[in-house]
């Protein structure tokens, strides 16, 4: 019992008890927000920048730029998302969730090489480009972006982005060594596959209703 516990928490044993803290309320936060997100719920936003911003905080000091980015970004667009989704388009009704359109698309792929790019730049300046994990961890990166965007945005593609992501995410956590951080993006994977049906099914619905 004591070899599977210390090969899913053994990392831990090294680490500040204050930065475990953290890290557990940074997944618990996480958690609430994407839940919040599928249920479509504005509470999204305000759980998500107590998550992010914590998670910012553990990630500069583990090092690990490329989490650290989409994080800062998260806190950024969850800012910009709840103005987005607060916004009423008239006198009785908010943004609502929407499909796609071929201009966003487009800004999507471009917001997604751009990331590329800049996350590549930062890695290769502070000379961290020296292992797989930082092409995997750029490339998550990028989707996660998009992801957030098209969130923010109430677009109902935001979920597939947020599964491909989420899944990637799980393992390559695990690899660094942060079991609870792996086991939220697993909990994210279910969740967001959820997200998606449910925003699917309410896009659906109001197409019935018109």
């Given at each position: 019992?004591?070899?599977?516990?210390?090969?899913?928490?053994?990392?831990?044993?090294?680490?500040?008890?204050?930065?475990?803290?953290?890290?557990?309320?940074?997944?618990?936060?996480?958690?609430?927000?994407v839940w919040f997100s599928k249920q479509n719920k504005?509470?999204?936003?305000?759980?998500?920048?107590?998550?992010?911003?914590?998670?910012?905080?553990?990630?500069?000091?583990?090092?690990?730029?490329?989490?650290?980015?989409?994080?800062?970004?998260?806190?950024?667009?969850?800012?910009?998302?709840?103005?987005?989704?607060?916004?009423?388009?008239?006198?009785?009704?908010?943004?609502?969730?929407?499909?796609?359109?071929?201009?966003?698309?487009?800004?999507?792929?471009?917001?997604?090489?751009?990331?590329?790019?800049?996350?590549?730049?930062?890695?290769?300046?502070?000379?961290?480009?020296?292992?797989?994990?930082?092409?995997?961890?750029?490339?998550?990166?990028?989707?996660?972006?998009?992801?957030?965007?098209?969130?923010?945005?109430?677009?109902?593609?935001?979920?597939?982005?947020?599964?491909?992501?989420?899944?990637?995410?799980?393992?390559?956590?695990?690899?660094?060594?942060?079991?609870?951080?792996?086991?939220?993006?697993?909990?994210?994977?279910?969740?967001?596959?959820?997200?998606?049906?449910?925003?699917?099914?309410?896009?659906?619905?109001?197409?019935?209703?018109?």
């Amino acid at each position: 019992m004591n070899h599977i516990f210390d090969f899913f928490f053994g990392q831990y044993s090294d680490y500040q008890t204050l930065d475990v803290v953290l890290e557990i309320v940074a997944v618990v936060f996480g958690f609430l927000s994407v839940w919040f997100s599928k249920q479509n719920k504005i509470l999204v936003f305000p759980t998500g920048i107590i998550s992010t911003l914590i998670f910012v905080y553990l990630l500069l000091k583990w090092e690990l730029l490329g989490d650290m980015m989409i994080n800062a970004y998260y806190f950024i667009m969850s800012i910009y998302g709840w103005y987005v989704w607060t916004r009423k388009i008239d006198e009785t009704h908010v943004t609502p969730i929407s499909v796609t359109t071929l201009k966003e698309k487009k800004i999507s792929t471009g917001v997604f090489v751009l990331t590329l790019l800049f996350v590549f730049i930062v890695y290769k300046t502070f000379d961290k480009w020296t292992s797989w994990v930082a092409y995997i961890d750029t490339f998550t990166t990028g989707i996660f972006f998009v992801g957030m965007w098209l969130m923010a945005r109430r677009k109902v593609e935001n979920w597939i982005f947020w599964i491909i992501g989420d899944i990637i995410s799980v393992p390559l956590y695990f690899y660094k060594g942060f079991t609870f951080t792996s086991l939220q993006y697993l909990g994210f994977t279910v969740i967001a596959i959820f997200g998606y049906l449910t925003w699917k099914k309410s896009i659906n619905k109001s197409l019935q209703t018109v």
